[in-house]
T-cell receptor, first 114, second 113 residues
Framework: DTAVSQTPKYLVTQMGNDKSIKCEQN?????MYWYKQDSKKFLKIMFS???????INETVPNRFSPKSPDKAHLNLHINSLELGDSAVYFC?????????????FGPGTRLTVT | GENVEQHPSTLSVQEGDSAVIKCTYS??????FPWYKQELGKGPQLIID?????GEKKDQRIAVTLNKTAKHFSLHITETQPEDSAVYFC????????????FGTGTRLKVLA
């Protein structure tokens, strides 16, 4: 019954490692997003895909690479992890790319880099 | 750059009282303003939104007001209940085209029983 799911829920890793976070939505939406929420709860968009095409690409280090194999999935791969990458990463989806479409958020992945 | 300021950062109210959270945006082209509620350990969830052609919108105990001239918008929660305790985010965006949300910094609301 889950709408937007993310795996893993928690990720603890060391500096320099490479890790991936996976996201899946079963809502039939065309648009998916990755957000980063820092320790102060500040929520900032990183990427957005519409129908597998990248449409929003914020100023994010190129160590972060999103991949959308199909409309229902959006994964985030992070190379050479740094301490500052520690945050909660949220995946979201919406019916379309317009701002007025409600965004449905996943439960988040808490990434801790030591 | 574009930003959205949100106040207060924390707010404690007694159960049954009202709570007001205020936001100010910088992009004068913004015309869509959603509010999201984030409960502990969960992702944000849309609770109400307003477009710039409307000055006020109400949904049961929740209302949002917009002053486009002053670039202010506010969330009003009446008759607060313990389950209203959460972090609330305002956001601003342009309704047309592909445009991102600019989120406010969040308000942690605690409703004291």
């Amino acid at each position: 019954d889950t709408a937007v799911s993310q795996t893993p829920k928690y990720l603890v890793t060391q500096m320099g490692n490479d890790k991936s976070i996976k996201c899946e939505q079963n809502l039939g939406h065309d648009t998916m997003y990755w957000y980063k929420q820092d320790s102060k709860k500040f929520l900032k968009i990183m990427f957005s895909y519409n129908n597998k095409e990248l449409i929003i690409n914020e100023t994010v280090p190129n160590r972060f690479s999103p991949k959308s194999p199909d409309k229902a999935h959006l994964n985030l791969h992070i190379n050479s992890l740094e301490l500052g990458d520690s945050a909660v990463y949220f995946c979201a989806s919406s019916l379309g790319p317009g701002a007025t479409y409600e965004q449905y958020f996943g439960p988040g992945t808490r990434l801790t880099v030591t | 750059g574009e930003n959205v300021e949100q106040h207060p950062s924390t707010l404690s109210v007694q159960e049954g009282d009202s709570a007001v959270i205020k936001c100010t945006y910088s992009d004068s082209a913004s015309n869509y303003f959603p509010w999201y509620k984030q409960e502990l350990g969960k992702g944000p969830q849309l609770i109400i939104d307003i477009r710039s052609n409307v000055g006020e919108k109400k949904d049961q105990r929740i209302a949002v007001t917009l002053n486009k001239t002053a670039k202010h918008f506010s969330l009003h929660i009446t008759e607060t209940q313990p389950e209203d305790s959460a972090v609330y985010f305002c956001a601003a965006s342009r309704a047309s085209g592909t445009y991102k949300y600019i989120f406010g910094t969040g308000t942690r609301l605690k409703v004291l029983a």
